[in-house]
């Protein structure tokens, strides 16, 4: 990665995310060394860098805008030994960011399609660490589970309890709580059987659809 042709606009992107008071020197470095450019569709790349930007990746579905992807890894507070869940591949970039991050990155995708085309993307890279698999993430995953960390980016209408029992004493969960356009980055801390909740910003997810989740729209 690096002298890819996008190493001057990520460079900004990560100057502008550092003004915006991320202070988490790893998330920084890992936001500067994944190809942002890579997991957004080829006609749009020249938007890939740009601060509040979120961008069409089909199905309806958008990769997050860098801020809210920084904001959110900065919150789940992650360190080289951890384990995390992701619900919502969604391109796969916010998996590599905590593949850059951590020591191994579950992540689940309700849509086939977006699950093949990011684990595409991260094998291309030469990312180890990330496993993908199609699943109603509201339901966590249970099998590889306790996790250290767990990453919702999709907007819930409710902290889906399965999330809160798959998480180790001392994880963090974060989660864009809130209705279906509008949303509060929601984190939650495990100690034990308490669960301590702080709110971050507001913020503007697709919805997460699933058992503990919106039901698909029409029905
Ligand atoms: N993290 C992604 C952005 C995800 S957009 C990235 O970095 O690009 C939200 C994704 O959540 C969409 O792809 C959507 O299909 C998925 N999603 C919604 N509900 C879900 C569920 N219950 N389980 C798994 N994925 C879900």
């Known amino acids: 990665m690096g002298s890819d042709g996008f190493a001057y606009q990520r460079q ?24 942002r450019h890579f997991f957004v569709p080829s006609h749009l790349r020249h938007q890939a860098y ?23 890894t900065q919150a789940a507070a992650v360190k080289p030994s951890s384990r995390v869940l992701e619900v919502g591949t969604g391109s796969g970039y916010q998996a590599a960011i905590l593949a850059t991050l951590c020591q191994f990155v579950f992540t689940v995708e309700r849509i086939a ?14 990312f180890e660490n ?21 990453l919702v980016t999709a907007g819930a209408p409710e902290i889906p309890e399965p999330l809160l029992e798959q998480l180790a004493d001392g994880g963090r969960l974060v989660v864009p709580v809130g209705d279906r356009g509008r949303q509060v980055l ?19 997810f697709v919805p997460l659809i699933g058992r503990h989740g919106w039901r698909e729209e029409g029905r």
């Open 12 to 35: 900004r992107m990560v100057d502008a995310l550092r003004e915006e008071g991320i202070t988490d020197r790893r998330v920084l470095e890992a936001m500067n060394e994944v190809p």
């Open 130 to 150: 990330v496993s993908v698999k199609v699943m109603d993430g509201t339901l966590g995953w249970r099998a590889m589970a306790p996790y250290d960390a767990i």
């Open 186 to 204: 929601t984190v939650v801390e495990r100690h034990g059987e308490r669960f301590r909740r702080m709110e971050l910003q507001g913020a503007c």
């Open 50 to 72: 740009g601060q509040d930007v979120s961008i069409d990746i089909g199905e309806g579905q958008t990769i997050s805008q860098p801020r809210v992807v920084a904001a959110m």
């Open 113 to 126: 399609s977006l699950a093949r085309e990011a684990k595409r993307r991260l094998d291309a890279l030469g």
